[in-house]
């Protein structure tokens, strides 16, 4: 699969333009997006990255709506922890990262998704 395009839910002004850095530098296409929004056209070669600010079941709910429309997803926190990480990939989610790794593993982590 090759990467078309990386949605992004991100309200953390730093990070975002730290990945918008990254995604220029692989020239990806970033749209951004919010998971409350229902009319996004999102396919199975995008990647939804999507920030998890507070956890509550209604979050987890909205992955499985991502997931439903062929997309791999990424949960982005600040610190993992094993019940939101488990809940996560319950939920749909391929994987659950701390933003700073994301940052410091881009290259790799584009390079999974593109042989996915």
């Known amino acids: 699969m090759m990467l078309s395009r990386v949605f992004l839910?991100?309200?953390?002004?730093?990070?975002?333009?730290?990945?918008?850095?990254?995604?220029?530098?692989h020239g990806i296409k970033p749209v951004f997006f919010s998971i409350n929004d229902t009319n996004f056209e999102i396919s199975s070669n995008d990647l939804a990255l999507i920030e998890m600010e507070s956890v509550d079941k209604n979050?987890?709910?909205?992955?499985?709506?991502?997931?439903?429309?062929?997309s791999s997803i990424f949960i982005l926190v600040d610190?993992?922890?094993?019940?939101?990480?488990?809940?996560a990939t319950e939920s749909g989610a391929d994987l659950v990262f701390t933003k700073d790794s994301v940052i410091k593993n881009f290259k790799e982590i584009i390079s999974f998704i593109s042989e996915k």
């Open 9 to 25: 839910d991100i309200a953390d002004p730093s990070f975002a333009s730290a990945l918008l850095v990254k995604l220029s530098e």
């Open 59 to 70: 979050f987890f709910s909205k992955i499985i709506k991502v997931r439903d429309r062929g």
């Open 79 to 87: 610190r993992l922890h094993k019940r939101v990480q488990k809940r």
